[in-house]
């Protein structure tokens, strides 16, 4: 069974501070693949970044970067410099590699203060 | 490109009355997606879509819960009758084809229900 961990419930930053969202996943699965995905107060799921399970090249877009973990199972997502705008849910999620459903973690709030 | 399209957008029912819920996925997405968002959790599938077949309902409380995908393209999910625990966010989300676990899904806004 495929199983996703946000242990963070809620994180308070102050703007311009760096955050880090953690993850961490089961999967029997050899090939998989993993996902964060953003869910401000208007409620559609914006889909931020992907990674396969055979990659574990860490990478930056922009303000984001991700540090995947295949020996601890760990899939981590950081916002440098944030912003008011990224307050949100935050949802890691996982998916087999023949496109099974998307296993979803229970979601960590991220509130910017200004 | 136009999203996913789901309506209505909001919902209040009594509980044992019926509801149904509509969605247009992204044209040319294969693959479409029921969610289950209770309030507070991360979405939980219902039943997935291949084209017009479903692939998972596992999950889906078929004794009072339905989904059909007509023609393989819009979708409306229904639930007859409606308990109070079946209040949450119900979301849609399309994806291009099943064989490509790298592809993500797209979502809709969802339709919040609140059952009384």
């Known amino acids: 069974a495929q199983k996703v961990t946000q242990a963070q419930t809620e994180i308070s930053v102050v703007e311009k501070e760096d955050v880090t969202l953690d993850c961490v996943y089961e999967?029997?699965?050899?090939?998989?693949?993993l996902f964060w995905y953003k869910q401000p107060p208007s409620g559609e799921l914006v889909f931020l970044i992907r990674r396969n399970s055979f990659d574990e090249q860490n990478e930056i877009s922009g303000r984001y970067s991700w540090n995947f973990q295949k020996s601890t199972s760990s899939f981590n997502f950081t916002i440098t410099a944030s912003q008011v705008v990224d307050s949100a849910v935050y949802f890691c999620?996982?998916?087999?590699?023949?496109?099974?459903?998307?296993?979803f973690g229970p979601g960590t709030r991220l509130s910017v203060l200004p | 490109e136009a999203g996913v399209a789901q309506s209505p957008r909001y919902k209040i029912i009594e509980k044992r009355q019926s509801v149904a819920f509509w969605c247009n996925p992204i044209?040319?997405?294969?693959?479409l997606y029921w969610y289950q968002q209770i309030l507070g959790q991360g979405p939980k599938l219902l039943i997935q879509f291949q084209n017009n077949g479903v692939v998972d309902d596992s999950q889906l409380p078929k004794d009072r819960f339905s989904a059909e995908r007509l023609k393989g393209v819009d979708s409306t999910l229904k639930i007859q009758p409606a308990k109070l625990e079946d209040s949450a966010v119900y979301l849609c989300?399309?994806?291009?084809?099943?064989?490509?676990?790298?592809?993500?899904?797209?979502f809709g806004q969802g339709t919040r229900l609140t059952v009384v």
């Open positions: 989300a399309s994806s291009p084809t099943q064989g490509q676990g790298g592809t993500e899904a797209f």
């Open positions: 044209s040319g997405h294969a693959t």
């Open positions: 999620a996982l998916r087999g590699n023949y496109g099974q459903n998307f296993v």
């Open positions: 999967t029997r699965d050899t090939t998989y693949y």
